[in-house]
C-alpha cells in the first residue's frame, strides 16, 4: 500500500529537549516536504527536499532542521523546541514538483512544555 | 505569492443536503488538490484535480483553470462528511484556510 509514514503520532516533551519527527514514504517519490498546522493560520510549508541532499526553507524554517540522505526519508529535527513550536504536523511527499498527487502522512501532534 | 481563497469558511447543514465549496487561486496552478481533514486531525486526498471534472460517489469537483477556480461538490450530506475541507496548489502546495462542514442529523 502506498503511503506516507510519521512517527511519533503524538509527543508531549519539555522546552529544549531535541526531538526528531520521522518521516518515510514507500512511493519512490523524489519531492518531499513538511508542514505545520495551526488554528487561525493554516497549513504553512517548514522544509522541502526536491531529491537526496537537496532540501530548502520553505516559509517557517526557524526552530527546524531537516535531513535527505536517502529518497524515502525525510526527518524533521527541533534542536531545542520551544512552546511555539506546539502544532500539528505534517509529512507529505509527491513524485514530480507541481505535477503529480501529493499525500500525506497522518500527522504528529507535538506538545511542548 | 500565490493567494489561495476558500468559501463559505464555515457550512452548517442538515444531514442530506447538498453544498458546493469553492477554492479561488490569485494566479494559475497545474495540480490543485481537495483535501478532508477528519475529526482525527488526518487530511485524507479527496481529488487530485488540475482540470476538467472528476466524481467519487457522492462527491465531485471541478477547475477551470483558466478562471483560476475549483468547485467541491458534496450531494446526500451524510454526518461522517463533517470535518475541514481544504484546496491547495502551486509548486509550494499553498493551502487554503478552508472550509469547515458541520453536518447535523
Known amino acids: 500500500e502506498a503511503q506516507v509514514t510519521q512517527n511519533p503520532r503524538y509527543l508531549i516533551t519539555v522546552t529544549g529537549k531535541k526531538l526528531t519527527v520521522t518521516c518515510s514514504q514507500n512511493?519512490?517519490?523524489?519531492?518531499m516536504s513538511w508542514y505545520r498546522q495551526d488554528p487561525g493560520l493554516g497549513l504553512r510549508q517548514i522544509y522541502y527536499?526536491?531529491?537526496?541532499?537537496?532540501?530548502d526553507k520553505g516559509d517557517v524554517p526557524e526552530g527546524y532542521k531537516v535531513s535527505r540522505k536517502e529518497k524515502r526519508n525525510f526527518p524533521l529535527i527541533l534542536e531545542s523546541p520551544s512552546p511555539n513550536q506546539t502544532s500539528l504536523y505534517f509529512c507529505?511527499?509527491?513524485?514530480?514538483?507541481?505535477?503529480?498527487?501529493?499525500?500525506f502522512g497522518q500527522g504528529t501532534r507535538l506538545t511542548v512544555v | 505569492g500565490i493567494q489561495v481563497e476558500q468559501s463559505p469558511p464555515d457550512l452548517i447543514l442538515q444531514e442530506g443536503a447538498n453544498s458546493t465549496l469553492r477554492c479561488n487561486f490569485s494566479?494559475?496552478?497545474?495540480?490543485l488538490q481537495w483535501f478532508h481533514q477528519n475529526p482525527w486531525g488526518q487530511l485524507i486526498n479527496l481529488f487530485y484535480?488540475?482540470?476538467g471534472t472528476k466524481q467519487n460517489g457522492r462527491l465531485s469537483a471541478t477547475t477551470v483553470a483558466t478562471e483560476r477556480y475549483s468547485l467541491l461538490y458534496i450531494s446526500s450530506s451524510q454526518t461522517t462528511d463533517s470535518g475541514v475541507y481544504f484546496c491547495?496548489?502551486?509548486?509550494?502546495?499553498?493551502f487554503g484556510q478552508g472550509t469547515r462542514l458541520t453536518i447535523n442529523p
Open positions: 507529505a511527499s509527491r513524485g514530480q514538483v507541481g505535477l503529480t498527487e501529493a499525500f
Open positions: 512511493m519512490n517519490h523524489e519531492y
Open positions: 527536499s526536491m531529491n537526496v541532499e537537496v532540501t
Open positions: 494566479d494559475s496552478v497545474n495540480n
Open positions: 484535480i488540475p482540470s
Open positions: 491547495a496548489g502551486a509548486q509550494k502546495l499553498v
